[in-house]
């Protein structure tokens, strides 16, 4: 008997209802004992009495799932196979504890919580499968430790606090790791090495040793060899037995000052086992170059130029390294005598100045100077060489500016190329030819000339006439003496009155129809400035402001030919019958023009 049925009767809005209910009738159910229960119910009317009608129905129960079991390991000890050479981070075995509820009551967590191996392995959660994954974190090692022994807690996530009694939720077990020996390639001593040796050594000298050991137990015996490029040069060779390192050439630390090989190693016993390391190999500096002038030096002494005075200061270069370079000594051969035109001073900062002994350099008596001198470097032992400095003598400005040298244009003219040389001789023999033809044309015109010298007679004609002083304006014409252009003005005498002369004027009264009076003013004027029949001197010409009102009457004409404009003629003033003409001719074609 797991279910109890019991009914109840209820009134709701006039019927009668009849509930059964449902309730179970055990303490403790057990949903991992048993989940799902189907209960027949049968209600009968008649209060069940015979005669009654009945009808049945079947309730599907299922039973809710609790976190009512705790997590629990198969087994209370596992054993786990790991070979040393499992990477680190990989994952290295799996773990799972059983838990009899579903769903989140089932989640849970795994951790380690003691044991030797706890800074070597992690473990995480699978929440899918809910299996502890457990990982490397730090390299194994057979020859070091060969197991490891760890304690894994797997806990409940989703604790219900009614079941508490029933816990702890949470089951340990223990896991035994055994390393799994694997073979490994040899191990060399250093993660690299960094080897010296000298140039110019001899083939065959030592130049370090490297140091590879078969990790394992078998220790087995290592072998050594170079790993060379195709494009390397094999400078140096190795002892497959002991791993010494020798020059194979003789080196030049000018030409490769670093080497960098490969070295690899590998075990007698399994040769396919490599391991590598880098050997770099610096080549130390011996003191093989002398020092040299740093660039071709380009020297002037100036003609003008004083006893003492510096022309120019030079400085070396030495291909060897620093300690073999500077300092730079500069000096004079002392074998040869006392040069009594130039000399040198070190200035002992690896440069030295070149200074003239005496004064009056000049360039027609010796144009070019040659000064041989010496440098030496810093090693020990030092080195020297001899270098030849060529001085140019040059003309110079006052501040010492070159003005010319006469190397210099010697130089240039050499420079040329021997077809540009004929091509320039073909140009002046072309001219010179020309200058020749026309020289000889010219005297070959002249000389009709010369031959009718008797034809060359004086005409002097005298004239013997008074004028008649300022006054007589008529006795010369002068106009011949004027320019052309300006003899226009001079139609008419300046003296005489013109006469009105209205010709030209005729020319404008046609366009009178477009202008207006005022505008015909300016033309006026302008054209009186033009005139040559009016007086030349200047003539003062008075316009008065006549007012609204004027009595000009005799211009109203031009009222009615500006249509209703306000336009008054204030400038008219005295222009005299000829304008008035005008002004009564322009009212006749503008009537004309309005009808
Ligand atoms: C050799 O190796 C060093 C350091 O790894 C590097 O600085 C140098 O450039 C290398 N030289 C050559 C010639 O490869
Ligand atoms: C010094 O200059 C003089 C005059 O130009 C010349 O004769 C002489 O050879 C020069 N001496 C040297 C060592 O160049």
Not at 478 to 488: C, G, K
């Amino acid at each position: 008997m797991v279910f109890i049925l019991s009914s109840l009767a209820e009134r709701e809005d006039s019927t009668l209802l009849i509930k059964g209910v449902i309730r179970t009738a055990l303490h403790n159910m057990d949903r991992e004992a048993r989940e799902h229960y189907s209960v027949v119910i049968q209600a009968k009317d008649m209060a069940g009495q015979v005669g009654g009608l009945s009808g049945s129905t079947t309730v599907n129960i299922t039973l809710t799932d609790v976190n009512d079991n705790p997590p629990r390991f198969p087994q209370k000890h596992y054993q786990l196979y790991v070979p040393e050479s499992a990477q680190v981070g990989s994952a290295v075995g799996k773990i799972k504890a059983n838990d009899a509820d579903t769903g989140s009551n089932a989640d849970m967590t795994y951790s380690i919580i003691n044991g030797d191996g706890v800074g070597i392995f992690s473990i995480s959660t699978d929440k899918e499968t809910r299996e502890g994954i457990l990982s490397l974190k730090k390299p194994l090692n057979y020859e070091k430790k060969k197991s490891y022994t760890l304690n894994i807690e797997g806990a409940n996530t989703h604790l219900d606090f009614r079941f508490s009694h029933l816990g702890p939720f949470k089951d340990a077990t223990m896991l035994k790791i055994i390393v799994g020996d694997v073979d490994e390639p040899p191990l060399f001593s250093m993660p690299s090495y960094v080897m010296e040796v000298y140039e110019n050594a001899k083939i065959g000298t030592v130049v370090g040793t490297v140091l590879a050991q078969d990790p394992d137990s078998a220790n087995s015996l290592v072998r050594y060899f170079i790993e060379y490029n195709a494009e390397d040069d094999r400078s140096f060779n190795i002892d497959a037995n002991t791993g010494i390192i020798k020059t194979t050439k003789v080196l030049d630390r000018e030409e490769t000052p670093w080497y960098n090989i490969t070295v690899a190693a590998s075990e007698k016993d399994n040769p396919g086992l490599l391991s590598h390391v880098a050997v770099g190999i610096r080549v130390l500096d011996v003191n093989d170059n002398p020092p040299e002038l740093a660039r071709e030096y380009d020297i002037v002494v100036c003609e003008n130029s004083k006893p003492g005075q510096v022309i120019h200061t030079i400085s070396a270069t030495d291909k060897d390294d620093f300690a073999n370079g500077p300092r730079f000594n500069f000096f004079l051969d002392e074998r040869l005598s006392i040069n009594p035109n130039f000399t040198l001073k070190d200035n002992e900062d690896n440069t030295a100045s070149i200074l003239t002994r005496r004064r009056r350099f000049s360039r027609t008596i010796q144009d070019v100077y040659y000064l041989p001198i010496m440098i030496s470097d810093g090693g020990i032992p030092s080195l020297s060489s001899s270098s030849t400095l060529t001085i140019r003598v040059c003309a110079c400005e006052r501040d010492g500016r070159v003005r010319t040298c006469h190397a210099e244009a010697f130089l240039s003219s050499a420079g040329l190329s021997t077809g540009a040389l004929i091509a320039i001789l073909l140009c002046v023999v072309i001219l010179l030819a020309i200058v020749v033809l026309f020289i000889t044309l010219r005297r070959s015109k002249k000389e009709p000339l010369i031959i009718s010298e008797e034809d060359v007679r004086e005409n002097v004609v005298t004239y013997d006439d008074e004028g008649g002083g300022e006054e007589d304006t008529e006795a010369f014409d002068i106009t011949a003496l004027r320019n052309p252009s300006a003899a226009e003005e001079l139609k008419y005498r300046r003296d005489i009155i013109p006469e009105v002369n209205l010709t030209p004027r005729h020319q404008t009264l046609s366009t009178l129809e477009s202008i207006d009076v005022q505008e015909f003013i300016k033309q006026r004027l302008a054209e009186a400035d033009l005139d040559p029949s009016v007086p030349p001197y200047d003539s003062l010409q008075t316009y008065a402001y006549e007012g609204q009102r004027s009595e000009a009457g005799s211009i109203s004409s031009l009222d009615s030919a500006t249509t209703q404009s306000d336009q008054d003629y204030h400038y008219l003033g005295d222009w005299g019958p000829e304008f008035k003409k005008l002004a009564e001719l322009y009212g006749e074609i503008e009537s004309e023009r309005t009808t």
